[in-house]
């Protein structure tokens, strides 16, 4: 056999695949390494300590901050999610009806309240509203202005999350209701709107979570010291005590409720997930 009857592969030069990717992940790693320690050592920790970490100034704020502000943006919160998942469902609903007319006026709801900031519905609930109609008050004060603000603005989100579930039933469902004797507006009550729900149950919560945030914008309403929220009770304290601890923590009591929430929205996902495959 001469040399010539031996075939010679070829040597591979450069890097194999995985031998990039493992380098381009610790390039990443030293970028992410350095951006954090030149941070560490641009950043005046003594100031930040004072104007943001003073124990005195956090220690004044318990447990008014607890038992009044945190109760008070969860009271909001509640009210306006409930209103808003009610009249969502009544807008979803309007949206899939047969009616024209219903649709229309579902279509333009949707795409106003989506459309506008939450700060002008607080706004035009707070100022517009009075002006318009003198001599009437809102039921429950502050509390019902707050829940019908927070309501019209998660409707419309909510109002699509619904109908989203809605049709991501399967229509046999409607079908079968049909064939057991159900009329349309009992088999959507008792068979479809249910299943619905728990198709929507992730978006919801993100939504509760959204509107517990949004419920800083109560303040714009005119609220008295008794009716503050987290966001106007921690910047009150932090313009009495010229530091700005208190503000450091509201943020913190916020992630108190908002955190643990994220933590349930990811594992009802994955539980989604898991019942697909």
Excluded at 7 to 27: A, I, M, N
Excluded at 46 to 71: C, E, G, H, S
Excluded at 115 to 140: K, Y
Excluded at 214 to 241: I, P
């Amino acid at each position: 056999m001469t040399a010539t009857d031996i075939e010679v592969q070829p040597r591979r030069k450069g890097l194999t695949r995985r031998q990039k990717r493992s380098l381009s992940r610790g390039l990443q790693y030293v970028v992410f390494v350095a951006a954090v320690v030149a941070f560490a050592l641009a950043a005046d920790w003594d100031r930040l300590q004072n104007q943001f970490a003073q124990k005195d100034v956090a220690r004044q704020m318990f447990p008014d901050v607890i038992t009044l502000a945190l109760k008070n943006t969860v009271l909001y919160t509640v009210s306006g999610f409930v209103f808003a998942l009610t009249l969502g469902l009544v807008i979803a609903l309007m949206r899939l009806s047969s009616v024209g007319p219903y649709r229309w006026v579902a279509g333009v709801y949707i795409e106003i309240f989506r459309g506008l900031p939450a700060l002008l519905i607080f706004i035009f609930i707070g100022v517009a509203v009075p002006l318009a109609f003198p001599g009437t008050e809102i039921v429950g004060g502050t509390y019902g202005k707050a829940a019908i603000a927070l309501g019209l603005v998660g409707a419309a989100y909510l109002a699509e999350t619904f109908r989203a579930g809605i049709q991501a039933v399967p229509k046999g469902q409607m079908e079968a209701a049909r064939s057991l004797g159900f009329s349309p507006a009992r088999a959507m009550i008792s068979i479809i709107i249910p299943q619905a729900f728990r198709i929507i149950l992730p978006p919801m919560t993100n939504e509760f979570i959204i509107l517990f945030k949004d419920s800083s914008l109560v303040l714009l309403l005119g609220v008295t010291l008794e009716e503050r929220e987290l966001s106007k009770f921690g910047r009150d304290l932090a313009s009495t005590t010229a530091n700005s601890t208190p503000i450091l923590v509201a943020g913190l009591c916020y992630l108190l409720v908002t955190i643990p929430l994220g933590f349930v929205v990811r594992r009802m996902e994955a539980k989604a997930q898991e019942a697909v495959k």
